[in-house]
T-cell receptor, first 115, second 114 residues
Framework: NAGVTQTPKFRVLKTGQSMTLLCAQD?????MYWYRQDPGMGLRLIHY???????AKGEVPDGYNVSRLKKQNFLLGLESAAPSQTSVYFC??????????????FGPGTRLTVT | EDKVVQSPLSLVVHEGDTVTLNCSYE??????LLWYKQEKKAPTFLFML????IEKKSGRLSSILDKKELFSILNITATQTGDSAVYLC??????????????FGKGTHLIIQP
């Protein structure tokens, strides 16, 4: 049981390049999330998904797109990277019990630098 | 204005001391309050609190929620150097459609000196 995994672990992009971050979970969780963590800012929610085929915007969605084609995968895309997107990106997932969620489990993070 | 406010932002104590970390939050659509510990990588779950006044405990760590005063505390007794980490508090809210994700505070950076 690997939990939540993220690829890649590190990436350096030039301004204007595109890339996709992959998150996978093997816990059969319904909900998945993408956060970014910047120094002094805590973690901020970018996008999330409450089930396969659904996505929604979080607190800081601009410049990112997401897709949830399979229940176990949640992809985060940067179409045209900017230096302001230099950050550590965390994926998380959670299950549901009735109308309540369980705690979120986090992946190990992807450190992205945009030059 | 920050929705989840943690204090102090940093704290240095000696091994064996007891520490109390604070977290205040807003009430809008509140579902639960969570505490995470973050060392070098991913945040790891500590506690989820939904009911006021009920203490959750795990070893030397405990936490309690006050829904009337809108705050939570995390206590660590007999601290050890392995407790050094950033402790994150997060509020889970909902808008009726399901999960809305977590709103995190900036964290308390705790350093335990031997």
């Amino acid at each position: 049981n690997a939990g939540v995994t993220q690829t890649p672990k590190f990436r350096v992009l030039k301004t204007g390049q595109s890339m996709t971050l992959l998150c996978a979970q093997d816990m059969n969780h319904e909900y998945m999330y993408w956060y970014r963590q910047d120094p002094g800012m805590g973690l901020r929610l970018i996008h999330y998904s409450v089930g396969e085929g659904t996505t929604a915007k979080g607190e800081v969605p601009d410049g990112y797109n997401v897709s949830r084609l399979k229940k176990q995968n949640f992809l985060l895309g940067l179409e045209s990277a900017a230096p302001s997107q230099t950050s550590v990106y965390f994926c998380a997932s959670s299950a549901t019990r009735g109308r309540k969620n369980t705690e979120q489990y986090f992946g190990p993070g992807t450190r992205l630098t945009v030059t | 204005e920050d929705k989840v406010v943690q204090s102090p932002l940093s704290l240095v104590v000696h091994e064996g001391d007891t520490v109390t970390l604070n977290c205040s939050y807003e009430v809008t659509n509140f579902r639960s309050l969570l505490w995470y510990k973050q060392e070098k990588k991913a945040p790891t779950f500590l506690f989820m609190l939904t009911s006021s006044g009920i203490e959750k405990k795990s070893g030397r760590l405990s936490s309690i929620l006050d829904k009337k005063e809108l705050f939570s505390i995390l206590n660590i007794t007999a601290t050890q150097t392995g407790d050094s980490a950033v402790y994150l508090c997060a509020e889970e809210s909902y808008s009726g459609g399901g999960a809305d994700g977590l709103t995190f505070g900036k964290g308390t950076h705790l350093i335990i000196q031997p």
